[in-house]
């Protein structure tokens, strides 16, 4: 058999196959929660489930102001995207944002694929108010200014470590190497965006041959969205620089949640310390994205850092699981949401 032949036969059968493929990565994605769960049992057990339920205890009724505090950032978040929204022209209620922004985190968090699960909800929903394309361009310029705000903190985080930790000489290096890796390669997103970037993919995709109708249908619309995006960074370049502080605020806000709990649990750190902490609530999100919720590996982070600080590290496991905790309320929130709102159509 040819290898064309053959390679079409693969094709073939991976198209016929997405329904298969998708009940794989459902079990997959089941798999990696079940041993993020196993994970998370064995390490309460290696502390004590008395021990854990002691220190959680401290919160007590006080647990409702944790469960509060996320309104600080979504409400900035949401506000950020609002004005993305308002500077292409388009009127939406900040409440319509607030809770599809709430709803797309929720979708992130119980998800293996994080953003890219509840971006593309965030976009339907959003569409009841508006355009497709403007809903679309605006969720990508607010996931960018996102990862910015992101960039900020966690430039914050590795400039103040890189003078207070005694670190390693091998790290005092990679430490302003990512810096400056994480720097250019926003520029380059960024420049790309502004070049147009869907429809640079969408060509590339056209040369594979793969669903070359459906994208040449779609052509316009794509020229419109890069059009959009292109607009937002040339015609507001004062509000991109307004937005990706509001951006990384809303991330500063979740070292302060985390100070908040401490101060609560009677733990013994300082507020750096809890940046410390939220720069690796980022960073472990990132690299076990298939874990939905990072569940088990985010305890086992906060533990080995408090170690590394000389901090009695079941502190760090008790109060990644009162975050857990506030986290569940939250996707519940979210979850709530999707099943009652329901947002008329635009006339």
């Given at each position: 058999?040819?290898?064309?032949?053959?390679?079409?036969?693969?094709?073939?059968?991976?198209?016929?196959?997405?329904?298969?493929?998708?009940?794989?990565?459902?079990?997959?994605?089941?798999?990696?929660?079940?041993?993020?769960?196993?994970?998370?049992?064995?390490?309460?057990?290696?502390?004590?489930?008395?021990?854990?339920?002691?220190?959680?205890?401290?919160?007590?009724?006080?647990?409702?102001?944790?469960?509060?505090?996320?309104?600080?950032?979504?409400?900035?978040q949401s506000f950020a995207w609002w004005r993305?929204?308002?500077?292409?022209?388009?009127?939406?209620?900040?409440?319509?944002?607030?809770?599809?922004?709430?709803?797309?985190?929720?979708?992130?968090?119980?998800?293996?694929?994080?953003?890219?699960?509840?971006?593309?909800?965030?976009?339907?929903?959003?569409?009841?108010?508006?355009?497709?394309?403007?809903?679309?361009?605006?969720v990508v310029i607010d996931r960018t200014m996102?990862?910015?705000?992101?960039?900020?903190?966690?430039?914050?985080?590795?400039?103040?470590?890189?003078?207070?930790?005694?670190?390693?000489?091998?790290?005092?290096?990679?430490?302003?190497?990512?810096?400056?890796?994480?720097?250019?390669?926003?520029?380059?997103?960024?420049?790309?965006?502004?070049?147009?970037?869907?429809?640079?993919?969408?060509?590339?995709?056209?040369?594979?041959?793969?669903?070359?109708?459906?994208?040449?249908?779609?052509?316009?619309?794509?020229?419109?969205?890069?059009?959009?995006?292109?607009?937002?960074?040339?015609?507001?370049?004062?509000?991109?620089?307004?937005?990706?502080?509001?951006?990384?605020?809303?991330?500063?806000?979740?070292?302060?949640?985390?100070?908040?709990?401490?101060?609560?649990?009677?733990?013994?750190?300082?507020?750096?310390?809890?940046?410390?902490?939220?720069?690796?609530?980022?960073?472990?999100?990132?690299?076990?994205?298939?874990?939905?919720?990072?569940?088990?590996?985010?305890?086992?982070?906060?533990?080995?850092?408090?170690?590394?600080?000389?901090?009695?590290?079941?502190?760090?496991?008790?109060?990644?699981?009162?975050?857990?905790?506030?986290?569940?309320?939250?996707?519940?929130?979210?979850?709530?949401?999707?099943?009652?709102?329901?947002?008329?159509?635009?006339?």
């Amino acid at each position: 058999m040819s290898r064309g032949r053959t390679t079409i036969i693969l094709i073939f059968f991976v198209v016929h196959q997405k329904m298969d493929i998708k009940k794989i990565q459902k079990k997959l994605s089941m798999v990696f929660f079940l041993f993020g769960l196993l994970l998370l049992v064995f390490l309460i057990r290696k502390v004590g489930w008395e021990d854990v339920w002691q220190q959680i205890q401290k919160v007590n009724y006080k647990i409702f102001y944790i469960f509060l505090f996320p309104i600080t950032w979504y409400s900035i978040q949401s506000f950020a995207w609002w004005r993305v929204l308002t500077d292409d022209g388009v009127k939406v209620s900040l409440i319509h944002v607030f809770l599809t922004k709430i709803t797309g985190e929720a979708i992130n968090t119980v998800t293996p694929l994080s953003f890219i699960g509840g971006d593309p909800y965030r976009i339907y929903l959003l569409q009841k108010k508006t355009t497709k394309t403007s809903s679309a361009s605006s969720v990508v310029i607010d996931r960018t200014m996102y990862f910015l705000g992101v960039f900020l903190l966690l430039l914050l985080t590795l400039c103040i470590g890189w003078f207070r930790l005694a670190l390693p000489p091998l790290w005092r290096v990679l430490f302003p190497v990512f810096i400056v890796g994480f720097f250019v390669f926003f520029i380059m997103l960024v420049r790309f965006q502004k070049k147009g970037m869907f429809t640079t993919i969408s060509q590339l995709v056209l040369k594979t041959g793969i669903q070359k109708d459906r994208i040449l249908s779609y052509s316009e619309k794509i020229a419109d969205l890069d059009e959009k995006i292109g607009s937002f960074y040339s015609k507001h370049k004062a509000h991109f620089f307004e937005i990706m502080i509001l951006h990384f605020i809303g991330r500063f806000l979740g070292a302060v949640e985390i100070f908040i709990i401490a101060s609560l649990l009677g733990l013994p750190i300082e507020f750096v310390h809890c940046l410390y902490l939220a720069s690796l609530t980022i960073l472990i999100n990132f690299l076990f994205v298939f874990i939905p919720g990072s569940m088990g590996v985010m305890e086992s982070g906060y533990g080995a850092l408090f170690y590394i600080l000389k901090i009695n590290w079941e502190h760090g496991v008790a109060l990644q699981l009162v975050r857990r905790i506030r986290a569940f309320f939250w996707i519940g929130i979210g979850l709530l949401i999707i099943l009652f709102y329901k947002p008329t159509k635009k006339a």
